[in-house]
């Protein structure tokens, strides 16, 4: 069974930084892409950075690009988010998320997509 546990969350001021953790567990993981979303409370999730565990590609929402920086420790089955020049617009429940990169790719802004799901982490940017 795959498992998903986020950290980092917390409180900052805008233009702080936040450092978000991913570990994974319950398979090996070699060929899985890893999502990143957030999401408000009365609206859906939202794709914030995607990073392919073979090969590293990676993919980030318009919102965030520039700012957010998505990396991966293999060894460690770990995969990070960088929030930096954090706006209060960025306020939300920050969740990651994995699945074949075979079936996710292609759809991998899509939150649908992914078969496995953190319990999520809190990013609140005060002004």
């Known amino acids: 069974q795959v498992q998903l546990v986020e950290s980092g969350g917390g409180l900052v001021q805008a233009g702080g930084s936040l450092r978000l953790s991913c570990v994974l567990s319950?398979?090996?993981?070699?060929?899985?892409?890893v999502g990143w979303f957030r999401q408000t409370p009365g609206t859906e999730r939202e794709f914030v950075a995607a990073i392919k565990l073979n090969g590293g590609s990676t993919d980030y929402a318009d919102s965030v690009k520039g700012r957010f920086a998505i990396s991966k420790d293999i060894a460690n089955n770990s995969v990070f988010l960088e929030l930096n020049s954090l706006k209060p617009e960025d306020t939300a429940v920050y969740y990651c998320a994995a699945g074949l990169t075979l079936y996710i790719w292609q759809s991998r802004r899509v939150a649908s997509k992914y078969d496995s799901w953190g319990q999520g982490t809190q990013v609140t940017v005060s002004s």
């Open positions: 319950g398979r090996t993981f070699s060929f899985f892409t």
